[in-house]
């Protein structure tokens, strides 16, 4: 009796073998493709949310540079330096500062201090500054003094914790108007860490203003004012084509006055005056217009431009006609200052920028979310954007952020009916919805999907969530022709505490580490996998989470296979492809899959969940292949 018990209860710990799900039938028809993919279908999306640029892709150390906040001036960030018997003070001067942007300037005070006992203040970074060995860190700075006393000033760059100097320069004494000083700090054999500041240091009694102390460590391609390696380059694995920017209700503002403007995002750093945002920062504008159109070019990605549409967040409008009419120009000169050669006035200003050559620009989207305007003026508003863009860039392709009448859209950004957001949903609510789009009419304009994610796991979505993506990527693929445009959001968030705004998103970092969510590899499978054709795929079978689609590649005659089990069973697929004149034995397969859906990546952990390549041997026109328990599979098949 005790053994039977005893028997009992180790078979209860012991995980159940896998049964497997009943085999499933797909078909494939090779030889007759129903449409061509979209070129365009698999793009990101993007805003300053959750630290994106800011503490983010923005390659700058240094937080709050200009001394404001989302609330009004400030000294966050920023500590006062007394050493041994040093006196000094930091204040806000807002009578003084080194532009009309940025009027307003920290005046440093010191009232005592010598070689032994210096004053100054030191930055803490977005959650610290990660430092690396025998790196160079450019830094710039505004400053003057009201006399030579003061004289030169030391930066230093220092670990919070053992207090050793990782790198250290000096500046010249500081002159009595606003000048700016330019200084780099290199740093020796240290380990890399992100427990570090950045300090400035007096030895003589004297005062200065300072605005705009900035730091930057090499950024992706060495650009200046640029990006952070890391980041960039888990996008440029996604083989993004398109982004669109700059939002998000980070376009559209809280209030009518706070919205994007993008004339002030351009030019000097000095002459940007920063603005506050929906999602609790600042935006200190570091990452401009043309630094969102570097961004496309350096990914090759086409910008999805969203321009100000006169809406704002907390239900404010511009009512149509005359009063509208300011913000149509300004979309117009956005166009021109993206799409004009340098003799145009907004194109001169791109090239006073650096950047002579005009961009490529075909997609252009009026504001963001419009079914939340309880005004009902969207309709009307879109159809005065329209109509003067189109008479001045025929060519380009204008996005509806809502559905409207008045004028034909060639693209909508489309949003889930019932939740009417973006397409933000559960796992459960993609699964049931793959075949959202198959049935849809076609005789309408094309769908951007803006928006969309699974939003299972924090901060970063986890398997589950994954595998709800991928189901839904099936349907994207299958109705291509329809959805020309797809893009998950949000994109990125720095997961320090406070970082995150919104709990479910596709990229984790801190000032030191990224790492990708189970929902970034899902993506990376099929954008990477992406043929440009759309098979006809055929899928029966029992299990209601099961999922296919199939694309092929009429220049490689690639067959491109996804394969979505988000069952806890394993599935054996026959998969039949119909019409194949040659097939070769030898394919590869992709997969990406975990023991539970709760599994995940972290910034402690970032590879738990990662595609593991793979062969298969067998692949002819019927074979079968078992797709494991929550698993994302891509087959890659040489039809040559
Ligand atoms: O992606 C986060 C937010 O969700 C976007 O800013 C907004 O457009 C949507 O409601």
Request: with cysteine.
């Amino acid at each position: 009796m005790r053994l039977l018990r005893l028997a009992s209860l180790l078979f209860s710990l012991t995980p159940v073998a896998a049964i497997a799900q009943e085999t499933a039938t797909l078909t494939i028809d090779t030889a007759q493709p129903v449409a061509s993919v979209s070129p365009t279908l698999y793009g990101i999306m993007t805003e300053e949310i959750n630290y994106s640029y800011d503490g983010g892709l923005y390659a700058e150390l240094v937080s709050n540079r200009t001394f404001q906040t989302n609330r009004g001036l400030s000294l966050e960030h920023w500590t006062l330096i007394q050493n041994g018997n040093a006196r000094a003070d930091l204040e806000i001067d807002r009578t003084t500062g080194p532009s009309a942007a940025i009027p307003h300037s920290l005046k440093f005070t010191v009232t005592a201090a010598n070689r032994q006992a210096e004053a100054g203040f030191d930055n803490t970074g977005f959650w610290g500054m990660a430092l690396q060995p025998s790196t160079s860190y450019q830094g710039s700075f505004y400053a003057k003094a009201d006399n030579p006393n003061l004289g030169e000033l030391t930066i230093r760059l220092v670990n919070d914790d053992s207090g050793k100097i990782a790198a250290s320069t000096t500046t010249t004494a500081l002159g009595g108007s606003w000048q700016k000083y330019d200084f780099t700090l290199k740093t020796g054999d240290l380990t890399p860490s992100a427990d570090n500041h950045l300090e400035f240091l007096a030895q003589r009694p004297g005062t200065a203003w300072f605005q705009l102390i900035s730091l930057f460590p090499p950024t992706y391609n060495n650009e200046p004012n640029g990006k952070r390696t890391d980041l960039m380059q888990k996008l440029a694995a996604l083989h993004p084509s398109f982004l669109r920017f700059p939002g998000g209700n980070y376009l559209e503002g809280e209030h009518l006055n706070q919205h994007y403007e993008w004339k002030k995002t351009i030019g000097p750093l000095v002459d940007r005056p920063t603005h506050p945002t929906p999602w609790t920062y600042r935006s200190s504008d570091g990452i401009g217009l043309l630094e969102f159109l570097t961004w496309c070019e350096d990914l090759h990605m086409e910008p999805l431009l969203a321009v100000f549409s006169g809406y704002s967040l907390l239900q404010e409008h511009i009512a149509p006609g005359k009063d509208l009419e300011p913000y149509v120009q300004d979309a117009l000169d956005e166009i021109e200052y993206v799409t004009g050669d340098a003799s145009t006035r907004w194109g001169a200003e791109r090239a006073k920028g650096g950047h002579p050559a005009p961009f490529h620009l075909k997609f252009i989207e009026v504001g963001n979310e419009e079914y939340h305007d309880q005004s009902g003026t969207y309709d009307a508003r879109f159809a005065q954007f329209y109509k003067a863009i189109k008479q001045r860039y025929p060519q380009l392709q204008l996005v509806a952020a809502a559905p409207v009448t008045s004028v034909r859209p060639d693209i909508l950004d489309d949003n889930d009916h019932n939740l009417r957001t973006h397409f933000y949903r559960t796992a459960q609510q993609f699964f049931v919805d793959t075949h959202h789009y198959d049935a849809y009419d076609r005789s309408g304009p094309k769908i951007l999907v803006g928006e969309w994610a699974t939003r299972e796991g924090s901060p970063t979505t986890n398997l589950g969530a994954a595998l709800g993506d991928a189901a839904w990527m099936t349907g994207l693929e299958r109705n291509s022709d329809l959805v020309v445009m797809a893009s998950y959001a949000p994109l990125f968030v720095n997961v320090n505490p406070g970082g995150m705004q919104w709990p479910s998103d596709l990229i984790g970092y801190d000032a030191m580490n990224s790492y990708g969510s189970p929902s970034y590899y899902a993506q990376l499978l099929f954008s990477t996998h992406l043929g440009n054709q759309i098979l006809d795929a055929r899928l029966d079978t029992t299990n209601p989470r099961l999922f296919a689609a199939a694309t092929c590649d009429s220049k490689t005659h690639l067959l491109h296979l996804k394969l979505v089990n988000a069952s806890s069973r394993p599935q054996p697929i026959a998969i039949k492809l119909a019409g194949a004149a040659h097939i070769r034995s030898h394919a590869t397969v992709t997969t990406l899959s975990g023991n539970t859906t709760q599994e995940t990546n972290s910034i402690t952990d970032p590879n738990r969940i990662v595609p593991a390549a793979g062969n298969i041997a067998n692949a002819a026109a019927t074979f079968t292949q078992t797709v494991p328990k929550y698993a994302i599979q891509v087959i890659d098949i040489d039809m040559n």
